[in-house]
């Protein structure tokens, strides 16, 4: 069964500053998701990252994926109020029936204090 | 126009009540998704549908019944309710795409039994 698990799930930090959240997955899989969701909200997709070393930017967020490790990675950079919300991983398998199913990881709970 | 629409949006009932949550989606795709997520935000698949027919079944009680009348419908239909089904419930879409398979949400269900 495939297990991810992200930590932390509980984020608290100050703007300006930087940090970075794991995503760790049990078995292999070269491809990975990171979703977002804001309080009372649906999941957007971020990022798809699809090989080993893939690294995908989307402002002050950064993705990357080190199948070798089963590992990914999101950095925030110099944070603002406006990236708090929930960030989830997901990942898929790589052969078989629903080879494609996402499973996704609890979440890591940002919040980001002025 | 939303991609992905869920009705309601919300449902509160009694136990032992018998309720329905409907979805579409406008964007084509092959495949639809019931995730539950509980009150720790913990995300997990339920159902997935390709083309009407189902391909993931994971372990729901016989009291949840899917439904895709078509590719573009899939409906929820819960018997007997209990006090842990409450929940928020998502469903979704996806086209696999370049080997990727990201997923369109909807804006979630929030179902509360008493």
């Known amino acids: 069964e495939l297990k991810v698990e992200q930590n932390p799930l509980f984020l608290s930090m100050q703007e300006g500053k930087n940090y970075t959240i794991y995503c760790n997955y049990s078995?292999?899989?070269?491809?990975l998701y990171w979703y977002r969701q804001d309080p009372g909200k649906s999941l957007e997709s971020l990022f798809v990252?699809?090989?080993?070393?893939a690294v995908k930017q989307e402002g002050r967020l950064m993705a990357s994926l080190d199948t070798k490790a089963r590992l990914s990675t999101l950095h925030i950079t110099a944070a603002v109020h406006d990236l708090s919300a929930t960030y989830f991983c997901?990942?898929?398998?790589?052969?078989?029936?629903?080879?494609?199913?996402?499973?996704f990881g609890k979440g890591t709970k940002l919040s980001v204090i002025p | 126009d939303t991609a992905v629409s869920q009705t309601p949006k919300y449902l509160v009932t009694q136990m032992g009540n018998d309720k329905s949550i409907k979805c579409e989606q406008n964007?084509?795709?092959?495949?639809m998704y019931w995730y539950k997520q509980d009150s720790k935000k913990f995300l997990k698949i339920m159902f997935s549908?390709?083309?009407?027919?189902?391909?993931i079944n994971e372990t729901v009680p016989n009291r949840f019944s899917p439904k895709s009348p078509d590719k573009a419908h899939l409906n929820l239909h819960i018997n007997s309710l209990e006090l842990g089904d409450s929940a928020v419930y998502f469903c979704?879409?996806?086209?696999?795409?370049?080997?990727?398979?990201?997923?369109?949400f909807g804006a979630g269900s929030r179902l509360t039994v008493l």
């Open positions: 997901a990942v898929t398998g790589i052969s078989g029936a629903g080879s494609y199913q996402l499973t």
């Open positions: 549908y390709n083309n009407k027919e189902l391909i």
């Open positions: 078995t292999t899989s070269d491809r």
């Open positions: 964007l084509g795709h092959d495949t």
């Open positions: 990252l699809l090989s080993n070393g």
């Open positions: 979704a879409s996806s086209q696999v795409t370049s080997g990727a398979n990201v997923l369109t």
